[in-house]
């Protein structure tokens, strides 16, 4: 299973620019932490954790964990999301002043929790097999930690105003992942070229060879 940018739809995807987002990622287009294993290797894909840190401690409660806190994070998403798209008129009619579903309320409290449960693994710098200094960790990360990491990336998303003015819904068709548009212009419209993009592209040039034959 690849750990970089997925090339196909079926792989765990590390492209969604922010480590929250490609754990929200994780639940399309099924669930992709079905085992233990899947959960291991986007630990280390996303980041968490420098590559060949040992995660054979994990266990189904990290499942259950990270699970939970990707429902968290897919509550906030969806309702700022929600709250941005109303717009100025938004504004003035007063729905930014609006109370908030009692589900977004616990999810917010959810994440704020996680966020100051722990610490986030602390790396250092030990030479590596070629000398040159490579990250690692002291000691094997608790889940409670990772969780953590991940959480705290939301918060910092969610309240910098700049970043969130770059979130995006990927516009393929039936795609819900949500990203994170860094291009210049602010002009990516699928969150992969490769996957939605080559299908818009496709679906695209069937029209026009429908088109034709007509």
């Not at 290797?41 to 990270?66: E, M």
Request: glycine share 8%.
């Amino acid at each position: 299973m690849a750990l970089g940018t997925a090339t196909a739809p079926y792989e765990l995807r590390f492209d969604a620019g922010r480590i929250c987002l490609d754990l929200l990622a994780t639940t399309h287009p099924g669930e992709r932490l079905d085992a233990l294993e899947p959960l291991r290797a986007w630990i280390t894909g996303s980041g968490l954790v420098p590559p060949g840190t040992p995660l054979t401690h994990a266990d189904t409660g990290w499942l259950v964990a990270f699970r939970e806190l990707r429902a968290y994070i897919g509550q906030l998403v969806s309702e700022c999301g929600s709250s941005r798209k109303s717009g100025q008129s938004g504004v003035r009619n007063g729905l930014r002043n609006a109370p908030r579903p009692r589900s977004y309320d616990l999810a917010l409290a959810g994440v704020n929790d996680l966020a100051r449960a722990a610490a986030p693994p602390a790396p250092r710098a030990v030479p590596g097999a070629d000398g040159l200094l490579v990250r690692e960790l002291a000691d094997p990360p608790e889940c409670a930690a990772l969780l953590a990491a991940v959480a705290r990336d939301t918060v910092e998303l969610l309240t910098d105003p700049v970043a969130w003015a770059a979130v995006r819904e990927c516009e393929g068709d039936n795609c819900p992942i949500v990203y994170l548009d860094t291009s210049r212009g602010r002009r990516r419209r699928w969150c992969s070229s490769e996957i939605c993009g080559n299908r818009e592209r496709v679906a695209r040039h069937r029209r026009r060879a429908a088109l034709a034959r007509a």
